[in-house]
């Protein structure tokens, strides 16, 4: 039984890291297509101002606090969750994981040849792991049945998909009944992470929880993004009363 907090309309998990890795391990060995979502302060107001969205994020089997901004919203009203699950974090978690049980991930998203540089680091940094197949991020609606043909084929039973949300959430509802792998993960910008083309936070930032003042810094062209944390807070104080 799922326990969770809303937050702005959007049911976040009350879980700790180390309850969702193991329960996302069970979700890619069990049959069937179980979904996790990484909700970001961005990503709950997106829900909050699009109630179709929002349906789609709470059709999910586990939707992360990913931000610190959503730990402080679940503590503002007073129903904390234990602590920030970073989707990137639980995706590690996960490769590492599946190279140790032998099931495959399918790596969907980023620009061209960003998901197979991708796949070139993630098998070295993780001995035995399994990349069943890669597939970039910018393809016509015409080409969406063709690829999901290309993950079920491929044998995967894990499928990180990286389109940014919320184009990757509505992605991945809307192929949900016809995806064969066991666990769909939506996680942002996270192959361009692996392929070494973005730098993840130092430690020390992710520890004082900073990794959004980091990214900030890093791309400053993310301001409008940014924007949307104190907008964010505010709404989370107003529905509160
Ligand atoms: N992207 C994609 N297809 C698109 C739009 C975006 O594959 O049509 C990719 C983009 O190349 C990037 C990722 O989606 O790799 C989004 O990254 P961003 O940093 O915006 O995501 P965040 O982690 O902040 O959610």
Known sequence: ????????????????????????ERYV?????????TPNPEIVMAAYENPEFRKVLNEADMCTPDGIGVVYASRMIH???????????????????????????????????VAETA????????PGLKVAGTHHGYFKPEEEAEIV?????SGASLLFVCLG?????????????????????????????????????????????LE??????????RLGRFAALPKFMLTVRREQR
Request: glycine share 8%; proline share 5%.
């Open 119 to 126: 796949k070139a680091r993630l098998e070295e940094k993780y």
């Open 165 to 209: 949300a919320p184009k990757q959430e509505k992605w991945i509802h809307r192929n949900r009944e016809r995806l064969r792998v066991n666990l769909c993960m939506g996680i942002g910008g996270a192959l361009d992470v692996f392929a070494g083309n973005v730098k993840r936070a130092p430690e020390f930032f992710i520890k004082c929880n």
């Open 1 to 24: 039984m799922r326990e969770t907090v809303d937050i702005l309309g959007v049911n976040i998990d009350k879980i700790t890291a180390e309850y969702a890795l193991k329960k996302a």
């Open 212 to 221: 959004w003042f980091y990214r900030f810094c890093k791309q400053p062209s």
């Open 149 to 153: 043909e290309e993950i079920n084929a």
């Open 79 to 113: 129903n904390p969750v234990p602590e920030r699950v970073a989707g990137f974090d639980l995706a590690c978690g996960l490769l590492e994981s599946i190279s140790k049980t032998g099931e495959s991930v399918f790596l969907f998203g980023a620009a061209p040849g």
């Open 29 to 37: 060995r069990t049959p069937g297509v179980s979904v996790i979502y």
